[in-house]
């Protein structure tokens, strides 16, 4: 038995019930068809009866006869499913013969066209049987006696529809015999069509979970090469994923490393001191090294969210964002950071700038931004957020800047260029990751008064 759910049962059960329909149209047709060949059949044959029973009238003493000879019944004689009635009417309607009361033709039954013959086939019920009854009207012409004589021939409907059924039952075992063999085939053709697929199961269970090699697809049908593609170009973006990630670990564990062991041996230095002026001195470098190394970690969380934020915008759940808002918010939370530093931050907004994306994602990218710029603009410079219609970005500092031969590298995790040698080297990939995942365009530009000035456009929402 196929298993539920299996692409064989499925076709099996649609099959089946496909042919379950063919065939009980196929049964009725049949068994009208094997009605009406019957019923062609015992019609001539009532025919053929009373043209016999029309050729035995004659006339006696001015008075119709009919000499009914045995043969013209004798054509049902082999049939003991049904009986023959026969009756002769004269030209002025009495009997001259035969059964009485047998029922008369309907006024609106035709005349067949089927034979050369004055005649007419209709149902009728005689002595509470079903019979088919042929009316012939035949031509008398006699010495001192003519006109058209009436003859009717009836017989019970069991030998019709015992031929019809025995019809319809012959019929019904061909077709039924014939739907057994194309579920069979149906099931052998299913079978060997999935045999590559099961093969292509086997060889990706025996599979170890690390390997990531592409399935091979040369011995494969043509139907599933386009799936094996798939699944292949599936696992090699895993396999890039795998990558990427064990370079992160790698570089994240070498940047840590360094002022991890700088903090401890400041520490361990500060513990030999015996004067509290170079404790002092020792703590305020362990709280700087202990500064970086905090941001450093939020870099390296932020680069974590960004995965899940940007998994949340492929699959449809952007938001739609004011992004004058967002850069309102984040411009008075670091306003305090600027002026501290001896920086002037301004903000230069359109109102109501909208944008569909991650809100999280989207404050990260606008503070990475200005965090970045104040960095590395020196004391009693300016740094501008700048929020433009219909969906654009911009944060310009004036200071040193970016060389444009480097200004392709700077979005690689943990580079770092000469004018950034007091940073990790995140924050620029931070912003390049959020904006590859709102399908934004960034560009590093030259400020108006010098410097940097990185300008990001979003797609606009519809």
């Known amino acids: 038995m196929a298993e539920r759910g299996s692409l064989r049962g499925r076709l099996l059960r649609r099959l089946s019930l496909l042919l379950a329909v063919i065939l009980l149209v196929s049964s009725l047709s049949a068994y009208w ?17 009373a043209r016999a029973v029309g050729a035995g009238l004659y006339s006696a003493d001015g008075q119709l006869r009919a000499n009914v000879p045995y043969v013209a019944l004798d054509t049902f004689a082999y049939d003991i499913a049904g009986r023959i009635y026969y009756q002769v ?10 059964y009485e009361n047998l029922p008369a033709p309907p006024a609106s039954t035709p005349r ?35 006109g058209m004589a009436e003859i009717r021939v009836a017989e019970t409907r069991g030998a019709r529809e015992r031929m019809a059924r025995d019809l319809l039952v012959g019929t019904l075992w061909r077709m039924g015999l014939l739907a057994f063999t194309a579920l069979a085939l149906v099931w052998l053709a299913v079978s ?7 093969q292509l199961r086997r060889s990706l269970a025996e599979r170890a979970s690390d390997d990531l090699r592409p399935l091979p697809d040369s011995d494969l049908p043509r139907e599933l090469q386009p799936l094996v593609g ?15 990630q064990a370079q992160f670990i790698a570089d994240a564990s070498h940047e840590l490393r360094t002022p991890l062991a700088a903090l401890k041996a400041r520490i361990e230095l500060g513990l030999r001191e015996t004067q509290a002026h170079l404790w002092r001195s020792t703590l305020e470098k362990a709280a700087r090294s202990t500064e970086q190394l905090t941001h450093l970690a939020n870099q390296l969380l932020s680069l974590a969210r960004i995965g899940r934020g940007a998994r949340a915008v492929a699959e449809g759940g952007a938001e739609l964002v004011d992004l004058t808002q967002l850069a309102r918010e984040l411009g008075m939370v670091l306003a305090p950071l600027a002026h501290e530093r001896g920086i002037a931050l301004a903000l230069e907004a359109a109102p109501s700038v909208f944008v569909r994306g991650e809100p999280t994602l989207l404050n990260e990218l606008i503070y990475n931004l200005v965090d970045n710029a104040l960095a590395h603009t020196p004391k009693g410079g300016n740094v501008t957020l700048r929020v433009e219609a219909p969906a654009v970005l911009e944060v310009e500092d004036d200071g040193p800047g970016i060389p444009p031969e480097e200004r392709d590298k700077v979005f690689e995790r943990f580079y770092r ?4 040698r007091g940073g990790a080297g995140l924050g620029l990939a931070i912003v390049g990751e959020i904006c590859s995942a709102h399908r934004a365009e960034i560009e590093l530009l030259n400020g108006r008064d010098g410097g940097l000035r990185v300008r990001v456009s979003f797609p606009v929402p519809v």
């Open 33 to 49: 068809s094997a009605r009406r060949a019957a019923d062609t059949a015992y019609d001539r044959t009532l025919l053929a009866s």
């Open 89 to 98: 009417l004269g030209m002025n309607g009495e009997l001259v013969s035969g």
């Open 112 to 146: 067949t066209d089927s034979y050369p013959a004055l005649a007419r086939f209709y149902d009728g019920i005689y002595r509470a049987q079903g019979v088919r009854v042929v009316s012939l009207l035949q031509p008398v012409s006699e010495p001192g006696l003519s």
């Open 192 to 198: 060997v069509a999935l045999r590559p697929l099961e």
């Open 230 to 244: 798939t699944l292949n170009h599936f696992t090699e973006r895993l396999r890039q994923q795998f990558e990427r």
């Open 417 to 420: 260029c000469d004018q950034q």
